[in-house]
T-cell receptor, first 116, second 111 residues
Framework: AQSVTQLGSHVSVSEGALVLLRCNYSSSVPPYLFWYVQYPNQGLQLLLKYTTGATLVKGINGFEAEFKKSETSFHLTKPSAHMSDAAEYFCAVSDQVTGGGNKLTFGTGTQLKVEL | NAGVTQTPKFQVLKTGQSMTLQCAQDMNHEYMSWYRQDPGMGLRLIHYSVGAGITDQGEVPNGYNVSRSTTEDFPLRLLSAAPSQTSVYFC??????????FGPGTRLTVT
């Protein structure tokens, strides 16, 4: 079974400050990892994904994440927060080995607030 | 391309009523899934399909039925609605090993 833990259900940063959203996963097989963003009353939009290869993954809107196998982590960062980054962020893991398709296991989400 | 579409956007049901949430995608994706989103719980998988005629249960399947007669459509049926099914429902589709594309969601209230 897989699981995802997102530390901090609410994170508040100042505009221009570093954004760090934490994600740890548990998987008995090599994982595929995703970060999605959800703006109010909208669906989920993919920010970035890790499948294989380079462990530092760059996504849209200046976000990036690093897959650290030894720490079972996939933290999301952005050097400088913008007001438009205020949203809810979800980390998710997928198990590709069982052949069950892209079944995603989600974390409980982190609400990011950006203050002036 | 319209991507993943869901209807209706909002629905209010009385306990015991049945209804079908519609989901369609025009990307020729093999995989389709239904999730429910509840505050503080993230998204949880209800049912999924790996192709036409093939469906399977996810984490929270009780009270829901699905079928997949075409590649494009993946409806979710609530057989007898309960207040515990008040939630936001998202449909998603993907190719094998690609990311999932999500629809805009259906907000369901059961009174």
């Amino acid at each position: 079974a897989q699981s995802v833990t997102q530390l901090g259900s609410h994170v508040s940063v100042s505009e221009g400050a570093l954004v760090l959203l934490r994600c740890n996963y548990s998987s008995s097989v090599p994982p595929y990892l995703f970060w999605y963003v959800q703006y109010p009353n909208q669906g989920l939009q993919l920010l970035l994904k890790y499948t294989t290869g380079a462990t530092l993954v760059k996504g849209i809107n200046g976000f990036e994440a690093e897959f650290k196998k030894s720490e079972t982590s996939f933290h999301l960062t952005k050097p400088s927060a913008h007001m438009s980054d205020a949203a809810e962020y979800f980390c998710a893991v997928s198990d590709q080995v069982t052949g069950g398709g892209n079944k995603l296991t989600f974390g409980t989400g982190t609400q990011l607030k950006v203050e002036l | 391309n319209a991507g993943v579409t869901q209807t209706p956007k909002f629905q209010v049901l009385k306990t015991g009523q049945s209804m079908t949430l519609q989901c369609a995608q025009d990307m020729n994706h093999e995989y389709m899934s239904w999730y429910r989103q509840d505050p503080g719980m993230g998204l949880r998988l209800i049912h999924y399909s790996v192709g036409a005629g093939i469906t399977d249960q996810g984490e929270v399947p009780n009270g829901y039925n699905v079928s997949r007669s075409t590649t494009e459509d993946f409806p979710l049926r609530l057989l007898s609605a309960a207040p515990s099914q008040t939630s936001v429902y998202f449909c998603a589709s993907s190719d094998y090993r690609s990311e999932q594309y999500f629809g805009p969601g259906t907000r369901l209230t059961v009174t």
